[in-house]
C-alpha cells in the first residue's frame, strides 16, 4: 500500500501509536493524534514542553520557517519556547556550502528575535536531495497550573479561530510558484500573498499569550497540512468531543481565495499555520476575542463543541448533526499537488 505524500492518515496514525508504551509517570502528554506537543512534567510545578516538526514544502526562508512552526506548537500549551535544534540535510550540489550560511543565519535571526536559544543540532550533505529539508526541536516551559492542552475542548465551549485560514499555505505557493503564476495574477496581489509570511504572520505566540490571560482557556491548537478542516478534526478526535462549525463565517483572506481559485486548490485543505484554534468557555469568548482585536490580531467564533453522541465527528453547520453535513477531510494537503 502506497501512501500520499503529508502527514500519515490519523487513523493509521492512530493505531500505531496506540502500541506506543507509556509507562513513565511523569509524560503528562505523549504521542497521539491531534496533540501539538509532548509535555513532562519536571517536578510538582514545572513542565518541559517538547515539539519536532520538518519543513519539508518550503526552500525560501526554511531556517526561519522552522523556528517559527515548532515555536507554535510549543505555544498552543501555553507555555514559553526557550530552546531549539536543528538538522539541516543539504544537497549534494555546488551551492550547498551557500545554502548552510544561509539555513544557519535564519535559523540565529529567528531565535534571536523570539528570544529562543538556539543551542545544537546537525547539519550534512544528504545523497538524494534535490533541495534542502530542516527538522527542529524545540523546548519549551510552562507551569504545571497553567498548562494547556490539545485534548481538553469540553461540550459547550465555543471555539475561535485567529486571523483566517491557509496563512502559509498562500505564502508559500506565492514564494515558491511565483515565477509560475506570474503571468496569470496581478503583481501587486502576489506580492501581498509573499508577504503573509510577516502579514499577518504564520506565528501564532502573541495570540496565545493573549488568550491565556484574557479568559478560560481549555484547548489549543495549531492547525498545519490538511488546512483548518483536517486541524478541526484532529482537535475533535484528541478531546473525544464533535464540533459544529458556522463554515460561512470562517475568514478566508482575499488574496487566498484569489490563488486557490487561479490554481485550483481548496483553501480548507490547504497548509494553515498562521491561524489559532481556541476553545474556550463559551462567557469568555467575547473578551478573549477582544483583546485580540485590541492587539491588531483578527479573531472569530466558528462553532461550538458538543457532545460526541454519534461519535466524533465535525459538521458544517451547528444546526446539522447528520452525516450529509459532515466538514470533509484531506488525505494529503492541497498544497502537494503542486509538488507532485
Known sequence: MRLATGKLPSELLGRLLSSVPRDDPRVIVGPGVGLDAAVIALDDEHCLVAKSDPITFATDLIGWYAVQVCANDIATTAAVPRWFMATVLLPDADNNAELAEEIIAQLSEACAALEISLVGGHTEITYGLDRPLVCGVMLGEVRRDRLVVSSGVRPGDA???????????????????????????????????????????????????????????????????????????????????????????????????????????????????????????ADDAKRIIDAMVAAGIRASVIGYAIEATHGVAVYQHQEARDDASLLPRFERDEIARLFD
Not at 510577516?198 to 495549531?222: C, F, N, W, Y
Not at 483572506?253 to 497548509?271: A, F, K, M, V
Request: hydrophobic content about 50%; some cysteine.
Open 159 to 281: 471555539i475561535i479561530l485567529s486571523k483566517g485560514i491557509a496563512v502559509e499555505g498562500t505564502a508559500i505557493i506565492a514564494r515558491e510558484k511565483g515565477d509560475e503564476l506570474c503571468g496569470d495574477l496581478e503583481p501587486a496581489l502576489l506580492a501581498r500573498c509573499k508577504n503573509f509570511l510577516t502579514d499577518p504572520g504564520i506565528s501564532v505566540l502573541k495570540e496565545a499569550g493573549i488568550a491565556v490571560q484574557a479568559g478560560r482557556v481549555h484547548a489549543m491548537h495549531d492547525p498545519t497540512e490538511g488546512g483548518l478542516a483536517n486541524g478541526l478534526w484532529e482537535m475533535a478526535q484528541a478531546s473525544g468531543v464533535s464540533l459544529a462549525i458556522d463554515v460561512p463565517v470562517v475568514p478566508v483572506y482575499t488574496e487566498t481565495l484569489e490563488l486557490c481559485r487561479l490554481i485550483g486548490l481548496d483553501p480548507w485543505g490547504l497548509i494553515a499555520s498562521g491561524a489559532l484554534l481556541l476553545a474556550v468557555e
